[in-house]
T-cell receptor, first 113, second 112 residues
Framework: EAGVVQSPRYKIIEKKQPVAFWCNPISGHNTLYWYLQNLGQGPELLIRYENEEAVDDSQLPKDRFSAERLKGVDSTLKIQPAELGDSAVYLC???????????FGPGTRLTVL | QQQVKQSPQSLIVQKGGISIINCAYENTAFDYFPWYQQFPGKGPALLIAIRPDVSEKKEGRFTISFNKSAKQFSLHIMDSQPGDSATYFCAASMEGTYKYIFGTGTRLKVLA
């Protein structure tokens, strides 16, 4: 069974530029999560989707971050414009609707110069 | 009240030794406590998890001990191996929220 797929794995951009990350969850997993992981810290939830619906986006900085999961499968997280403080690893995870176990992808390491 | 406090920040253990990582929480509504292992450049991977209705869970060399009254839980790695060298995160979740609150992580190094 394929795991959670994320791309790109690494991204380097100049500040004020836009950037987008893509995630394909494990087949059959209706719940999808985006996490932010700063260096030396645990992941922090940005947004959770149940199918197409964002059911928890309270931690998403909506002035510059947006996310979508149009067909209830893969998802895109966007930052526009990026700031220096956005440099981090962006993790995607998925789970079954009613399951507790979250399966993480390898993450996208973003560097903002 | 939503925090999960994890210690130590880093740990060095000799091969064959026991690694112990501790976590503490405040919110008694938490009802699921997973441990994740993360290697450099990889995403966290579930290692073992426990619910508060049991005091201990063992899977191979990995054991979670849970103390509900003290609101603490710990990961024990028996017969630690160099391949166990990684960062370990504890987490807590409340039923119905599916939102993990992660600890700050413990970087484990097992010396050969």
């Amino acid at each position: 069974e394929a795991g959670v797929v994320q791309s790109p794995r690494y991204k380097i951009i100049e500040k004020k530029q836009p950037v987008a990350f893509w995630c394909n969850p494990i087949s059959g997993h209706n719940t999808l999560y985006w996490y932010l992981q700063n260096l030396g810290q645990g992941p922090e939830l940005l947004i959770r989707y149940e199918n197409e619906e964002a059911v928890d986006d309270s931690q998403l900085p909506k002035d510059r971050f947006s996310a979508e999961r149009l067909k209830g499968v893969d998802s895109t997280l966007k930052i526009q414009p990026a700031e220096l403080g956005d440099s981090a690893v962006y993790l995607c995870a998925s789970s079954t609707t009613s399951g507790y176990t979250q399966y993480f992808g390898p993450g996208t390491r973003l560097t903002v110069l | 009240q939503q925090q999960v406090k994890q210690s130590p920040q880093s740990l060095i253990v000799q091969k064959g030794g026991i690694s112990i990582i501790n976590c503490a929480y405040e919110n008694t509504a938490f009802d699921y406590f997973p441990w994740y292992q993360q290697f450099p450049g990889k995403g966290p991977a579930l290692l073992i998890a426990i619910r508060p209705d049991v005091s201990e869970k063992k899977e191979g060399r990995f054991t979670i001990s849970f103390n509900k009254s003290a609101k603490q839980f710990s990961l024990h790695i028996m017969d630690s191996q160099p391949g166990d060298s990684a960062t370990y995160f504890c987490a807590a979740s409340m039923e119905g929220t599916y939102k993990y609150i992660f600890g700050t992580g413990t970087r484990l190094k097992v010396l050969a």
